[in-house]
């Protein structure tokens, strides 16, 4: 099962609005990563935040980490039609003797020019 | 530098039927992963290779099986096809392992008749 479950599902603004996608995991984790994924193409790095930060920026990018909450928030400010795109977490955390990385289900933006 | 590149990106096999994917990583990146992605399931992690040993593995058949080069370039391969196998198979690199940043390649879509 995936140990980040994205909400929404699918979300659509106007151009220039703000998005939020919402990420939520069960175990513990060491890092937490947003990707983007372009419709049918490689996923694209956008922000790491580690376990000990609650809060970093990138841009019109700001992440949040509720470590005990197990959540974690992707804001997109001032959307622009290229944000379009799939959104997905990853959450890192031990298994095994080594990093697993799991990926949520994603989050679908559609941004309205 | 170049990226993760992806070989072939476009695949047609038959049920029953073998395939290998082949996946070169970024220059100086010692673990490749990867990921099959299909609308039902999302984004699934296969197998993580590091310096030719496999580290992680994920919860797929044995039908599914890889392995790493000693230049760090990795193939993945599906025997005995099913139609579920049908998927964008995606490989991402990285320095030391999947918890950090990782760079995908563009997939390798395959669809199974």
């Known amino acids: 099962s995936q140990q980040g479950e994205e909400d929404p599902q699918a979300l659509s603004i106007q151009e220039g609005e703000n998005a939020t996608m919402n990420c939520s995991y069960k175990?513990?984790?060491?890092?937490l990563q947003w990707y983007r994924q372009n419709s049918g193409r490689g996923l694209v790095h956008l922000i790491l935040i580690r376990s000990n930060e609650r809060e970093k920026h990138s841009g019109r990018l700001r992440v949040t980490l509720d470590t005990s909450k197990k959540s974690s928030s992707l804001l997109i400010t001032a959307s622009r039609a290229a944000d379009t795109a799939s959104y997905f977490c990853a959450t890192a955390g031990p298994s095994g003797g080594y990093q697993k990385v799991t990926f949520g289900t994603g989050t679908k933006l559609q941004v309205i020019p | 530098k170049a990226g993760v590149t992806q070989t072939p990106r476009y695949l047609i096999k038959t049920r029953g039927q073998q395939v290998t994917l082949s996946c070169s990583p970024i220059?100086?990146?010692?673990?490749v992963s990867w990921y099959q992605q299909t609308p039902g399931q999302g984004l699934q992690f296969l197998f993580e290779y590091f310096s030719e040993t496999q580290r992680n593995k994920g919860n797929f058949p044995g039908r599914f099986s890889g392995r790493q080069f000693s230049n760090s370039r990795s193939e993945m391969n599906v025997s005995t096809l099913e139609l579920g196998d049908s998927a964008l198979y995606l490989c991402a690199s990285t320095r030391q392992g999947s918890q950090e940043t990782q760079y995908f390649g563009p997939g390798t879509r395959l669809l199974v008749l």
């Open positions: 175990t513990s984790i060491n890092n």
């Open positions: 220059s100086g990146h010692r673990s």
